[in-house]
């Protein structure tokens, strides 16, 4: 089945440390790879995607994932987080096919405490 | 660039109501996604359009949601009768072309409570 799979539902973190959101993916997810991040009443923002090529991937507000096919996982790191990224991030990985429909792992909430 | 328009933002009925979401996509975005979230889960496709026509409606209880694109450019997803596990947020999506290589762009949601 496909599944794209977060390991944890609540990270809790200090500011200025060091945080890492797990992602796990189905094989028969296609790979092509995303994590967005939704901010309290707001939609969806894209923060990072994986194609192809280079297996480390930068995104947005100092955020980055490393793509590592052998363990089917997509894991997202920032090295100094702030209060300002507490929000729920969510990994997401592409069906496959022409028309590609994403499916979404039930997310993680990440809060940054002082 | 305006970004994804949705509304309502809430909507709150009673089971056996009807209720309808309108969405307008970023300009000249031919692909148009219905998600829908339920509380403590990732978002479910419902729906996805390629400019008017309807590319997947798989996971679409047809038995009480609709949705139309008729001009290819916004769109309207309708529930009717609303049952209690319709209660989630409706998030509307496009993109510029069809096949997620791209980039999703998302509205804000309309957040629908059925009691």
């Known amino acids: 089945a496909q599944s794209v799979t977060q390991l944890d539902s609540q990270v809790p973190v200090f500011e200025e440390a060091p945080v890492e959101l797990r992602c796990n993916y189905s094989s028969s997810v296609s790979v092509y790879l995303f994590w967005y991040v939704q901010y309290p009443n707001q939609g969806l923002q894209l923060l990072l995607k994986y194609l192809s090529g280079s297996t480390l991937v930068k995104g947005i507000n100092g955020f980055e994932a490393e793509f590592n096919k052998s363990q089917t996982s997509f894991h997202l790191r920032k090295p100094s987080v702030h209060i300002s990224d507490t929000a729920e991030y969510f990994c997401a990985g592409n069906t496959g096919g022409s028309q590609g429909n994403l499916i979404f792992g039930k997310g993680t909430k990440l809060s940054v405490k002082p | 660039e305006a970004g994804v328009a949705q509304s309502p933002r809430y909507k709150i009925i009673e089971k056996r109501q009807s209720v309808a979401f309108w969405c307008n996509p970023i300009?000249?975005?031919?692909?148009l996604y219905w998600y829908q979230q339920i509380l403590g889960q990732g978002p479910k496709l419902l729906i996805q359009?390629?400019?008017?026509?309807?590319?997947?409606d798989s996971q679409l209880p047809k038995d009480r949601f609709s949705a139309e694109r008729l001009k290819g450019v916004d769109s309207t997803l309708k529930i009717q009768p609303a049952k209690l596990e319709d209660s989630a947020v409706y998030l509307c999506?496009?993109?510029?072309?069809?096949?997620?290589?791209?980039?999703?762009?998302f509205g804000e949601g309309s957040r629908l409570t059925v009691l």
């Open positions: 300009s000249g975005h031919a692909t």
């Open positions: 359009f390629q400019n008017n026509g309807v590319v997947d």
């Open positions: 999506a496009s993109s510029l072309f069809l096949g997620n290589t791209g980039e999703l762009f």
